[in-house]
């Protein structure tokens, strides 16, 4: 089994666009959406839910009021100032960092550290096989363990029903949910768009699955928007060694399937989707000389 996780260095360059055509041109696969702040695979896939799983990570504290004699100890040592003091302590589950002090110095036992309910994930069916998505409540912060969690239940998945590849869809950027997204990928597809920030954030990206030594191809997408700077993005992916898998070209067809919420290579001839094809052909040639794959902890 192989994973291919595409990612870019910056949003809106039409990554999941490509992550959903692919999805639509691959067979044997299991797709997975780790793009946890923002998913929008499934609006490409509409899939239909068939398990669903509450995400716990980290503690909040709360107050069991019966208890509290408000005393204020709480509030004085809380550094992230979530104690306000009413009848009792009352503690704001939006800024409390679950660091316990609270609970550890409060005389009369009355702070309980609750585990975290943060997010769900699912395992989902789709026309075009199985897939694994999540959703993180906002203002939650644990991304790059809940990509951690659904990679391992993908691999499961895709054990499960004998799939031959994880089709990743990424968060872009290079944090934690990046960091967390690249663990055992046995290549990375980077989606870059013809402009001075795209140039910028591909070469992070570059130092990023350098730094964890990742094969790393690249596609160049809406590249006649801006000629030369596509021709200075290959410039630069040459002297980096990375292999220009394709070019895609602007085309409204692809506002249009976004629209209709469908995959792009489901029209049969706009140019962006023979692109695509073109690319997907590409990268499964590559997919195939890939060596056997080597567990990797990052
Ligand atoms: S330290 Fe305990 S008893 Fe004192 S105000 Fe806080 S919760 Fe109440
Ligand atoms: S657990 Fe830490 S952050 Fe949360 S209320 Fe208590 S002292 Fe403040």
């Given at each position: 089994?192989?994973?291919?996780?595409?990612?870019?260095?910056?949003?809106?360059?039409?990554?999941?666009?490509?992550?959903?055509?692919?999805?639509?041109?691959?067979d044997?696969?299991?797709?997975?959406?780790?793009?946890?702040?923002?998913?929008?695979?499934?609006?490409?896939?509409?899939?239909?839910?068939?398990?669903?799983?509450?995400?716990?990570?980290?503690?909040?504290?709360r107050?069991?009021?019966?208890?509290?004699?408000?005393?204020?100890?709480?509030?004085?040592?809380?550094?992230?100032?979530?104690?306000?003091m009413e009848?009792?302590?009352?503690?704001?589950?939006?800024?409390?960092?679950?660091?316990?002090?609270?609970?550890?110095?409060?005389?009369?036992?009355?702070?309980?550290?609750?585990?975290?309910?943060?997010?769900?994930?699912?395992?989902?069916?789709?026309?075009?096989g199985?897939?694994?998505?999540?959703?993180?409540?906002?203002?939650?912060?644990?991304?790059?363990?809940?990509?951690?969690?659904?990679?391992?239940?993908?691999?499961?998945?895709?054990?499960?029903s004998?799939a031959?590849?994880?089709?990743?869809?990424?968060?872009?950027?290079?944090?934690?949910?990046?960091?967390?997204?690249?663990?055992?990928?046995?290549?990375?597809?980077?989606?870059?768009?013809?402009?001075?920030?795209?140039?910028?954030?591909?070469?992070?990206?570059?130092?990023?699955?350098?730094?964890?030594?990742?094969?790393?191809?690249?596609?160049?997408?809406?590249?006649?928007?801006?000629?030369?700077?596509?021709?200075?993005?290959?410039?630069?992916?040459?002297?980096?060694?990375?292999?220009?898998?394709?070019?895609?070209?602007?085309?409204?067809?692809?506002?249009?399937?976004?629209?209709?919420g469908?995959?792009?290579?489901?029209?049969?001839?706009?140019p962006?989707?023979?692109?695509?094809?073109?690319?997907?052909?590409?990268?499964?040639?590559?997919?195939?000389?890939?060596?056997?794959?080597?567990?990797?902890?990052?």
């Amino acid at each position: 089994m192989k994973e291919i996780l595409v990612l870019s260095g910056k949003g809106g360059t039409g990554k999941t666009s490509i992550v959903g055509s692919f999805a639509h041109l691959a067979d044997s696969k299991v797709m997975l959406d780790c793009d946890v702040d923002a998913s929008d695979l499934h609006l490409l896939l509409s899939p239909e839910t068939i398990e669903e799983h509450e995400f716990r990570s980290g503690v909040k504290a709360r107050v069991e009021t019966n208890k509290c004699s408000a005393c204020g100890m709480c509030a004085e040592l809380c550094q992230f100032e979530s104690v306000t003091m009413e009848e009792t302590a009352v503690i704001s589950r939006l800024s409390c960092e679950g660091c316990g002090v609270c609970a550890h110095f409060c005389p009369e036992d009355a702070i309980r550290l609750d585990e975290n309910h943060c997010g769900t994930w699912y395992i989902s069916d789709t026309a075009y096989g199985p897939f694994v998505h999540s959703q993180l409540f906002a203002g939650e912060e644990n991304s790059g363990k809940l990509v951690s969690h659904i990679k391992s239940e993908a691999r499961k998945v895709a054990e499960q029903s004998g799939a031959e590849l994880i089709l990743i869809d990424g968060s872009p950027g290079v944090g934690c949910p990046v960091i967390a997204s690249l663990s055992n990928v046995d290549m990375v597809l980077v989606v870059t768009e013809p402009s001075q920030s795209g140039k910028h954030d591909l070469e992070r990206i570059l130092d990023l699955t350098d730094h964890f030594k990742i094969l790393t191809k690249l596609c160049i997408n809406k590249w006649d928007l801006h000629a030369e700077m596509s021709d200075e993005i290959e410039l630069l992916a040459e002297r980096r060694g990375v292999e220009v898998l394709g070019k895609i070209p602007f085309d409204s067809t692809v506002i249009d399937c976004q629209i209709q919420g469908i995959p792009v290579t489901a029209s049969e001839t706009s140019p962006a989707a023979c692109s695509i094809r073109d690319l997907w052909k590409k990268l499964q040639k590559r997919i195939k000389n890939l060596p056997q794959q080597k567990e990797v902890s990052l």
